[in-house]
């Protein structure tokens, strides 16, 4: 199995490079952006849970998201591979997800990082927010709180997959194809 960590800060372009991926991979897509939306949008009692913390900007606690992760491994065992899309966004979440794989004799091949500077990344989620209808994309203040989580709660997750030599950054500027070739040639490299 391919298993690949999609990292990188909010518009960094995990959404976009993960569509490709899925496409030419097989791979099963678990966002867990997507999946809060799709349970918000059905009016789920976990997209009830989720939503007051997502319109804020604000992570949505561990034991909610990894519950909902574990869901969507145990319904996909026979996949040929995940790629994890907004996860794990904390440490807590990285070692809860070593765990479920480990019970079930999988790994993480890999991760692939997505490196953007800051001021790239508020006019991307600023023009992506004009069409989205995404709440937490269109004002200033939800965009400087994602990035404040992200910084100090999600980039420690790097750390942890450094501490495994599973670590590879890629540069997130450029054109959608050419960052697609630097993260193919990373993820050969996984075997
Ligand atoms: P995304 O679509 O990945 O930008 O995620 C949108 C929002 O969903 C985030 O700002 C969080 O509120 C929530 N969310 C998504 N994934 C996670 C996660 N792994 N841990 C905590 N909150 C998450």
């Known amino acids: 199995m391919l298993n690949i960590v999609l990292f990188g800060p909010p518009g960094a372009g995990k959404g976009t490079q993960s569509e490709k991926l899925i496409n030419s991979k097989s791979l099963v897509h678990i966002s867990t952006g997507d999946l809060f939306r799709n349970n918000i949008g ?5 997209g009830k849970k989720a939503q007051t913390f997502m319109d804020e ?5 561990d034991e909610i998201v990894i519950g909902m992760v574990e869901d969507m491994i145990e319904k996909n065992v026979s996949a040929k591979g995940f790629i994890f899309d907004g996860f794990p966004r904390t440490v807590a979440q990285a070692e809860a997800l070593d765990g479920m794989l480990a019970e079930r004799e999988l790994t993480i091949s890999g991760m692939v990082s997505l490196e953007v500077p800051e001021n790239e990344l508020i006019s991307r989620l600023l023009d992506r927010g004009k069409t989205s209808g995404r ?5 200033e203040a939800k965009i400087a709180t994602r990035i404040e989580e992200y910084q100090n709660k ?7 997959y450094k501490s495994q030599n599973k670590f590879n950054g890629i540069n997130g500027v450029g054109s959608i194809e050419n960052i697609y070739k630097d993260i193919s040639t990373a993820i050969e490299q996984f075997g």
């Open 154 to 160: 999600t980039a420690p997750v790097a750390g942890y």
């Open 135 to 139: 709440v937490d994309d269109q004002n």
């Open 42 to 46: 059905e009016g789920t009692a976990l």
């Open 57 to 61: 900007g604000k992570l949505v606690p």
